[in-house]
């Protein structure tokens, strides 16, 4: 079907018939054309919500907040009162505030994410292929005809891919803390997952809508770590270690 979009020719191009559209009410409608304005978006007045964060970049959701929940930057919009009324999960957060084993909790530090170790191994790897690379590079200037030797040469190909390795690491290893790491008590409303199929394994995305204090709510990635660890449940209270929009670890607190 033709949208009312479709309807405007070029200057002095024949009309080819009626124009049609369809009017509100379902009806075919004649030649009164309304203006094709578009739907309004269901939630945030596109006027003052922002569509992504002026302090780290991150997409914003479509609603209202008064802070960005992936670095906290204050983005001038108070609402955090949503028109259902208060959030099923306000009474849940006061308890974990009040809780005593918050503080404990608030000043852990998590392992790393994928990413740092991902990073970590490349370093190794590049240590290990400069190690190889420069022996090999040495016994053949020593043993197999000098610096211009086939067996040097193979060597100084291996130091060199090993400085890329390390580099590579460094730079992955730097990425992954890049974003402050963030511990915030909050709760996890929903998940939902992403499967990448790549080659012959893959891997599963997982994606956290945690919700803080003041109503404040943000989708979180959570890279899957494999079958040995699982993955967070949802309706689940705790402290949130977040960097920028990946979640990094979430420490259950029982209220
Ligand atoms: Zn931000």
């Given at each position: 079907m033709r949208s009312c979009c479709q309807t405007s020719r070029p200057r002095g191009a024949p009309a080819t018939g009626r124009i049609g559209f369809q009017a509100?009410?379902?009806?075919?409608?004649?030649?009164?054309?309304?203006?094709?304005?578009?739907?309004?978006?269901?939630?945030?007045d596109p006027q003052t919500a922002p569509k992504t964060c002026p302090g780290c970049g991150a997409k914003l959701p479509d609603v209202a907040l008064s802070i960005c929940p992936y670095c906290v930057t204050p983005l001038g919009l108070?609402?955090?009162?949503?028109?259902?009324?208060?959030s099923p999960f306000a009474?849940?957060?006061?308890r974990l505030l009040a809780h005593a084993d918050l503080p404990d909790a608030m000043a852990w530090s998590p392992p790393e994410g994928p990413e740092f170790i991902r990073g970590g191994q490349l370093v190794f790897r590049g240590k290990l292929a400069l190690t190889v690379g420069a022996l090999a590079a040495l016994a053949g200037i020593v043993l197999a005809g000098g610096p211009a030797s086939v067996v040097a040469a193979i060597g100084y190909?291996?130091?060199?891919?090993?400085?890329?390795?390390?580099?590579?690491?460094?730079?992955?290893?730097?990425?992954?803390?890049?974003?402050?790491?963030?511990?915030?008590?909050?709760v996890?409303?929903?998940r939902r997952s992403e499967t990448n199929l790549k080659g012959l394994g893959g891997s599963t995305d997982y994606y956290f809508l945690i919700e803080f204090e003041g109503g404040v709510r943000g989708e979180f990635l959570w890279p899957g770590r494999g079958v040995n660890e699982e993955p967070y449940p949802s309706?689940?209270?705790?402290?949130?270690y977040t960097r920028g929009?990946?979640?990094?670890h979430f420490k259950h607190i029982r209220v």
């Open positions: 509100s009410n379902g009806q075919a409608a004649g030649a009164t054309l309304q203006p094709c304005v578009p739907a309004p978006p269901a939630m945030a108070d609402t955090g009162k949503t028109e259902e009324g208060e009474g849940r957060l006061q190909a291996i130091a060199l891919g090993g400085v890329w390795l390390l580099i590579q690491g460094k730079r992955v290893t730097q990425a992954s803390v890049q974003a402050e790491l963030l511990r915030r008590p909050g996890i409303a929903d309706n689940l209270p705790g402290v949130a929009v990946e979640l990094v």
